[in-house]
């Protein structure tokens, strides 16, 4: 990890640590920064997180900067998500922003939001016809006349949905 991120998390003042030889089984919350070097098999609420390079989550991961090191399975919400080029990633991350160092593993989906600590819907639902605007419908019909152009038809009776 760079000097200048070590130093803030390990000098911040209320800074907590997991140690390396220490696994919680449960949540873990805290109005503070936190370093785990260990192991947390439950989700993680915090100020601003550094997973250490031998520690590892196995939840979700809800803070305002995230710094990971090690490994992670389960989802990232953070405003500020950076991932180290000795983590291993495996979920979703929610971010405005994230940085990424060549040889980090991340398996997931990455998606930008303004306000990724507040609660959103999944990016997978998709919103009734009713509540869709213009301009999605506009892209629907230009979606479907380009799938028919690649089908080679132009024939305005094929139905696409």
């Known amino acids: 990890m760079p000097a200048d991120q070590q130093s803030r998390s390990d000098n911040s003042p ?10 919680i089984d449960g949540n873990v919350t805290s109005n503070s920064p936190l370093h785990i070097d260990g192991r947390v098999h439950g989700d993680v609420q915090c100020a601003s997180l550094v997973l250490g390079e031998n520690s590892e989550i196995e939840g979700n991961v809800v803070a305002e900067d995230v710094v990971i090191c090690g490994r992670l399975i389960g989802s990232v919400r953070g405003v500020r998500v950076i991932l180290q080029s000795s983590c291993h990633v495996e979920g979703d991350l929610l ?6 160092e060549r040889g980090a593993y991340f398996e997931g989906k990455s998606r930008r939001s303004k306000d990724p600590l507040a609660v959103e819907p999944p990016a997978y639902e998709k919103p009734a016809a009713d509540e869709r605007g213009p301009a999605d419908s506009a892209r629907e ?9 690649l089908n080679g038809s132009n024939n305005a009776d094929d139905h696409i949905d």
């Open 14 to 23: 209320g800074t907590s640590t997991i140690g390396e030889g220490l696994v």
């Open 95 to 100: 971010h405005a922003s994230l940085a990424m």
């Open 141 to 149: 019909k230009t979606s479907k006349a380009f799938i028919r152009s």
